[in-house]
C-alpha cells in the first residue's frame, strides 16, 4: 500500500516532485521532510522528528544547510539522545505508516558523513528542534522557510515537531464593495510577491455561537486556506520521480490533499482556533481550542492538509447567489494550482467536513459535474443534516433575502418580489447590521438549485447519476442531537415529555404516526437512562438525531451505493467520542457521543488542545484507527488499509459500521427499523421549492 511505503520512498529516492520554484538564498536549495516516529501518543518519550534534506550535500555543505534551518547534524550513532541509528530503528517500530528500514544501511546524515569521504555528496538529516505548536501558548514562528508557489506567491511558513504550517493564505479578493454577494475573484501574486503565511486570518462575518466561542464577527476579508503538510518542495533541482502525498481539504463548517470544511450550520464557524470555556465535563476555564489544526494528521497519516474559511450568513447565499459554494470551488482550484508545491497530489483531492461542513460537502457532491470535474477524487460527510440544510429553489431563496430587506430598510414592508434595487441597497450596508439582522430575524440561508451550477438536489442528483461519483465515507454520531435537547425539557424528564413535545420538530400528522409506531421503535416510556439523560429524554433525541442525520445520511449512502456509485459507499456510526469544545453541552452530552465528538479522533487534537489528557490505551488506539481509514480513503479511495483488522463493506441498506468504544468496528443493521419507519411514514425531503 501506497501509505505504508511513503517514508521509506522518500529516504530512498530523495525526491520530491515539485513546481518551478525560485531559490531563496537564506534557505538551504533542497526540498525538506520532517521524518518522525509519531504515533501520536504523547506518553511516548522516544517520540521525536529530523529534517531530511533531499538533494545531496559535502560534509561543509550540510552543516550550513542544517544550519540555515536553524538546526544542527543529527548526531551520530554512537551519541546519546536522538541520532541517525536509533531515528530509524524508531520509524520501524511505530504505526502502520512508517516505513521498514533496516538500520545496518548506510543512512542520510552525519552518520555517514563521519566516516565518509567529505567531499562525497549525500542527503542530510538535521535535527528539528521545533516544538509541537499548542493551541494555549503562543506559536513559535521563529524556524521560519520561504516556499515559491506556481500562484500564490512566495509564501513565508514555519515548521513545528511535526509539519510545515502556512496560514491565512487569502486564495481570493476580499469580496467587499461591489463584490459583495458576487462571485469570488483569484488573488492574483506572481512568484516573487513574498506573503506571509504566519498566522490565521481572520474570522468570517457571524453572529455569535458555540463554534465560534459566542462572539460577534465583522471581517469579510477573510477567505483563506490553511495548508499543513510533512513535505515543503523548496529546492531548485528536485527529480520529480518520487510519489506525491494526497491532499485532504477539509470546509471548516475540506487532502491525497485533504481538504476540511468546517461546521457552523453555514452562518458561523471558522478554520482556526476559537476561545472556549468549558467541554462537556464541565467549565475548564477562559481556553483556545484549535481542534482543526493539522500537525498530527498529517505527520502520522502522510498527508497533507488544507483548511478553508467561505462566506457565512448572507454573505455566501443573499440574492441565491451560492457565493460560498464558489468560494470553496476556487479554494479547491487553488488546490489545484499550488498544492504541488507543499509536496501534495492535486489528483488525489479528499474534500471532507462536520455538520455544515458535511453539508458543504454534500453540495460540492451534488454540484453541476461540468464545474468540479478533477476538483476531488474522493470525500467524507461527517455529521451532515441532509433534510434540514436543503436544497432551495431560487424563489425561496429570494424569499429570504426579501425579508432580510425589509428588516434593514431596503424594501416596503408590502414589497412581494424582490429586485436588484433592493440587492444593491443591501450591499452598501454595514457589515454588522446585515449579520445582526440575519441572526435576529433567525433565517436558514442554503444552498440554490439555479439550473447551471446546481441542477437539483442530491438525492435527484444521486438517482439520476449526474453528480461526483466518488468513493464516500456518511459518518453520524450515536446521539448528534443529544446535544441540542431544548432547556425547557429537563434532563429527568416523565415520559409524558416525548409525546408533549414533539410539535417542536413535527407536524401533526407526522406526531400521530410516530405515536402510533410500534412501541419498540422509540420505547420512551420504559426505556433506560444514559450518562445524564433519563431514558425518555434520550429516547427523543434519539428520534431527533435519526430524523435530521443518522436516516437521511442512511438513505442517500444507500441509494448512492445501489444505483449510480455501486462499491463505492461507506456508512460509518462513531459509538466512541471526545466530548468537542465546539458543542460542550455538560447538561446533556455526558455518557453520550454528541455532535462533533468525532473530531478529536479525526485530527488528533486533543493533545495540541491539552484535553482529556493522557489519552487511555483504548482512545489512542480509536483516533489510530480514524487517522487511518480517513487517509487510506485519501490515498486510495478505499477505507480498508494494508493490515486492517476489519473489512469495511460498502454500505448497501443493512450494514452500518460502528466504532466501538473499546476501540472494535462491527457491522451491523444499526436502527434500520426506525429508519425504514422515518422513510416511508414520515418522509424524507432533500429540496425545497
Known amino acids: 500500500m501506497a501509505k505504508t511505503r511513503f517514508l521509506l520512498e522518500l529516504l530512498v529516492l530523495g525526491s520530491l516532485v515539485v513546481a518551478q520554484n525560485t531559490s531563496v538564498s537564506s534557505y538551504p536549495d533542497t526540498d525538506v521532510v520532517i521524518v518522525s516516529n509519531n504515533d501520536l501518543n504523547p506518553s511516548n518519550p522516544d517520540r521525536a522528528s529530523a529534517l531530511f534534506l533531499t538533494n545531496s550535500f559535502t560534509c561543509a555543505e550540510a552543516y550550513a544547510a542544517c544550519a540555515q534551518l536553524q538546526e544542527t547534524l543529527l548526531p551520530s550513532p554512537n551519541s546519546t539522545g536522538l541520532n541517525a541509528q536509533n531515528l530509524s530503528v524508531a520509524l520501524t517500530s511505530c504505526s502502520v505508516f512508517t516505513p521498514s528500514y533496516d538500520s545496518t544501511d548506510d543512512y542520510p546524515g552525519s552518520s555517514t558523513l563521519s566516516t565518509a569521504d567529505l567531499s562525497a555528496r549525500l542527503p542530510v538529516l538535521c535535527t528539528n528542534s521545533a516544538p509541537l505548536t499548542r493551541s494555549n501558548i503562543t506559536a513559535d514562528t521563529s524556524r521560519q522557510i520561504q516556499l515559491s508557489t506556481p500562484a500564490a506567491g512566495t509564501l513565508v511558513g514555519y515548521r513545528d515537531k511535526f509539519s510545515f504550517r502556512f496560514l491565512g493564505i487569502k486564495y481570493a479578493e476580499p469580496p467587499t464593495g461591489e463584490a459583495r454577494f458576487q462571485p469570488p475573484t483569484p488573488v492574483q501574486a506572481s512568484p516573487y510577491t513574498v506573503r506571509s503565511a504566519l498566522e490565521y486570518g481572520p474570522t468570517c462575518a457571524q453572529p455569535p455561537d458555540a463554534d465560534n466561542g459566542h462572539e460577534w464577527y465583522d471581517a469579510e476579508d477573510c477567505l483563506q486556506v490553511n495548508v499543513f503538510s510533512p513535505v515543503v518542495n523548496s529546492g531548485t533541482n528536485s527529480v520529480q520521480t518520487a510519489p506525491k502525498l494526497p491532499v485532504m481539504f477539509f470546509s471548516a463548517s475540506l487532502s491525497v490533499v485533504s481538504f476540511a470544511v468546517h461546521g457552523g450550520g453555514l452562518n458561523t464557524g471558522d478554520s482556526g482556533p476559537i476561545p472556549f470555556n468549558e467541554t462537556s465535563s464541565g467549565y475548564v476555564g477562559p481556553s483556545t481550542s484549535n481542534i482543526f489544526d493539522g500537525t498530527n494528521l498529517v505527520s502520522y497519516g502522510g498527508v497533507v492538509l488544507v483548511t478553508v474559511n467561505y462566506r457565512l450568513t448572507a454573505f455566501g447565499w443573499f440574492n441565491a447567489s451560492n457565493a460560498a459554494l464558489r468560494d470553496t470551488l476556487l479554494a479547491l482550484q487553488w488546490v489545484q494550482d499550488n498544492i504541488e508545491a507543499f509536496g501534495g497530489d492535486p489528483t488525489h483531492v479528499l474534500i471532507f467536513g462536520e455538520s455544515a461542513g458535511g453539508g458543504m460537502t454534500r453540495y460540492l457532491l451534488g454540484t453541476n459535474p461540468a464545474y468540479t470535474e478533477g476538483l476531488f477524487s474522493a470525500a467524507i460527510l461527517e455529521s451532515d443534516w441532509p433534510t434540514s440544510n436543503q436544497f432551495y429553489s431560487p424563489a425561496r431563496s429570494l424569499e429570504l433575502s426579501l425579508t432580510l430587506a425589509k428588516a434593514l430598510g431596503c424594501a416596503d414592508n408590502s414589497s412581494t418580489e424582490f429586485n436588484e434595487t433592493m440587492a444593491v441597497c443591501v450591499r452598501a450596508l454595514p457589515t454588522m447590521d446585515i449579520v445582526a439582522t440575519s441572526y435576529d430575524l433567525n433565517l436558514s440561508w442554503e444552498i440554490i438549485v439555479d439550473g447551471d451550477l446546481v441542477l437539483t438536489d442530491i438525492a435527484s442528483s444521486i438517482k439520476d447519476g449526474n453528480y461526483a461519483r466518488v468513493p464516500t ?190 476501540a472494535t468496528e462491527t457491522i451491523e443493521p444499526y436502527r434500520v427499523a426506525q429508519c425504514d419507519f422515518i422513510e416511508n411514514q414520515l418522509g424524507l425531503v432533500f429540496g425545497q421549492s
Open 473 to 662: 465515507i456518511w459518518a453520524t454520531n450515536e446521539c448528534e442531537y443529544c446535544f441540542f435537547i431544548p432547556d425547557s425539557i429537563p434532563t429527568n424528564a416523565s415520559p409524558s415529555a416525548f409525546p408533549d413535545n414533539l410539535d417542536i420538530w413535527f407536524n401533526s400528522t407526522q406526531v400521530q404516526k410516530i405515536l402510533d409506531a410500534p412501541p419498540d421503535l422509540y420505547p420512551y416510556a420504559t426505556a433506560p437512562s444514559g450518562g445524564d439523560l433519563d431514558g425518555t429524554v434520550l429516547q427523543l433525541a434519539q428520534l431527533i438525531t435519526d430524523w435530521y442525520l443518522h436516516c437521511p445520511m442512511l438513505y442517500l449512502s444507500s441509494l448512492a451505493d445501489n444505483t449510480t456509485n455501486p462499491g463505492n459507499n461507506y456508512k460509518v456510526m462513531f459509538a466512541v467520542g471526545l466530548g468537542s469544545t465546539i458543542t460542550a453541552n455538560p447538561r446533556t452530552c455526558p455518557g453520550q457521543v454528541c455532535h462533533a465528538d468525532e473530531l478529536y479522533w479525526v485530527f488528533a487534537t486533543a493533545e495540541t488542545d491539552n484535553l482529556y489528557q493522557p489519552l487511555t490505551p483504548s482512545e489512542l488506539a480509536t483516533t489510530q484507527e480514524v487517522i487511518k481509514r480517513w487517509t487510506s480513503l485519501a490515498w486510495t479511495g478505499n477505507p480498508n488499509y494494508e493490515g486492517a483488522v476489519v473489512e469495511w463493506p460498502p454500505y448497501t441498506g443493512d450494514n452500518e459500521v460502528i466504532i466501538n468504544a473499546t
